[in-house]
């Protein structure tokens, strides 16, 4: 049993890439560690859209805190709900009505979507966060197939063979581009009263490209390999309404009763209990050593920090969550030993976005790839940086199975035990 | 589009083996085939306790129902809830209020788990029958680990590392054996509060021995390999009461957050609405064509029909269903030709049951294995069985991870969408 000591402790909120960076980076300190989330799993964030999309199942890209943890002998993982932060006490209130106290807090709980004040557009066009949203997702996708497969009337089938993804970033062109695989190839053949190759897949994105964060050549691409995927694209769409049978965007009506939200993203609400100043997205502003100002006890890392370097805004990624964690650890150990960590310093990597089968875009700045290559570069990366080496090779051989048969090995439609909807 | 033709229409409801085995077995027949489940999948239920235990993702175990039979040209698969057999208009009506006609109609929608009239128990005791039982019994397990680690009464965390299962038939073994794995060598090192190897496993059988299907020395086997893996076993305990605090047995209290139930089986209720009288399981009495008396256009396969053969019962086993559900597709092709299919015979081939790490037992007659060899025999036989080539080659890699490693890679718990209790 663990018993309070003199030993600082450190407490990480959140168990994504920035509290997971920071808790291993601790490993060898003489602080105490007790990293706390709701869920009891890491997940690796970039496959999501694969659980979503039926490629992966949701084990091959989630892994238990506990187990990724259980040989740093100053750490607990405790599953919790966080609400409060009471900053002038230096304690964590839980939902459980249980208290922490720390001496080094670092708060990295992420962002959710955010539908930009049309909280009742939620429940028609689900997000993409966590494991959960994407198994909700994947059991829309595939009960529309059925849905058409029995629907008696044209329109309505119509409606139940109509994808629409509104936002054209990263995750929004992974969906876009994946569906319009699934409707393509992967159903071929199994349906009788519907050709799901006939399905209409529609990307929304308000701005004039997709993937704004890169070069303009590379929207391009992304544009043309989206559609040679059998996918529409629309950009300078502005959705003014979202309900179950479908969207209004810039005036025009859209039958769908499958929508997709891949738009916008607002920091996780526990920054609120701070007491500071938070940017239009929720997101806590933090000093160059990610400490909330007045509170240098108090680290912010990974989606839930506002941080710019050299006046832009570091990107919500998944390394820049890595960097951040470790040097959250850096300044904590600098602390500890009384000399000062020097300022953090974002280091792109470059830009990767997979947009289907053959299909991605990468720019690493002098060198701009897209297709077959830029492919082959993004599944590369994306299953060396897969935690966990089981699920690497599993993730890896699923991939190659999906990849000649064009199947998708998790078409498995779960019904919740509390869904009362089953189809008739 | 399928306009109805004057080719016979042969309706199946359910897509277990038996409703399976007969589908394909009409492949090159001139009917018309609908196989209605409610579920999209078939299930490897032989498997399931390895979902349910975190050894297995659910699509490791299922495959899509339209998948299989996607190149089978004459049939197709509806996802539907079929309430009534209307058996005097040969009708099905289904749940959406749609109505199917058919010549000839196959019920195989199986058994459930039954509380021999105590459903209150349900709550507390799920049992394991469909994939998301799997989901439900992954999640009770994982969570009362967490629940114990987080326990500041020791009698409220003894209750949470105590586990109790109902029934030694070969569900009952599977799952308290594998359970008792988990605790002393999955989650080692993981926890610092509790230390999961002190764990409890209790399985409760009421009969004198378990496994009682098989030969008394194999049960006397299976008991020492249950023990030796760490289960204590209980015989002769006739369970009184469940509660979310426990189990009352032979008049003693004990102490338990997590009741698993397998113990007993019901017929699906559909059977009711053919109007003709059921066993004490609620299973239709068949004859050696295994139509339903009065209704030879009627046929029962798998778990939901009661066939005696030399007296004795015909087992509610895998083999069984499949052999059944050739059997009506033979009776049909053979009415089709104007002749009269043999009676139905079941061909027993053995009987197999696994307990956990490299302990099994199997009957084969003349031969009788127990321990590592009989545990090497099951595990190729149904990896061999198990549909789908992919599935196949990512199961058998699962499991020689788990096997050196002691771990389970699906060790993750969802928190389904409308569950309020999350942990504070």
Redesign the interface.
Known sequence: ??QPSAVPHVVIVGGGFAGLWAARALAKSAVRVTLID????HVFQPLLYQVATAGL????I?A?L??IL??QRNL??????VREVRAVERRLL?????EIAYDSLMLATGATHAYFGNDAWAEHAPGLKI??DG??IRRRL?MAF?RA??ATDPAARDAWLTFVVVGGGPTGVELAGTLAEIARHT???????IDPSHARVLLVEAGPRVLAAFPESLSEKARKQLEHLGAQVMTGGRVETIDENGVLVNGQRIASRTVLWAAGVAASPLARSLGVELDRAGRVPVGPDLSVAGHPEIFVAGDLAAVSQDGKPVPGVAPAAKQMGAHVARVIKARLAGQKAPDFRYRHMGSLATIGRMAAVVDLGPVRLSGLLAWWFWLFIHIFFLIGF??R??VL??WA?SYW?Y?R???????????KH???
């Open positions: 049993m663990h709701r869920r009891n799993h199942s949701a084990p091959d989630a238990p506990r187990h259980r040989g607990e993982v405790r599953l919790g709900n839980l939902a459980d009505g249980s494991l959960e198994l909700i595939l059925e497969e029995l159903l071929k053949q199994e349906f009788r009263h089981r699920n090779v599993t051989m699923n199975w048969t199947q090995h998790a078409r498995i439609i779960f019904t919740p035990p509390e869904d089953e189809i008739g």
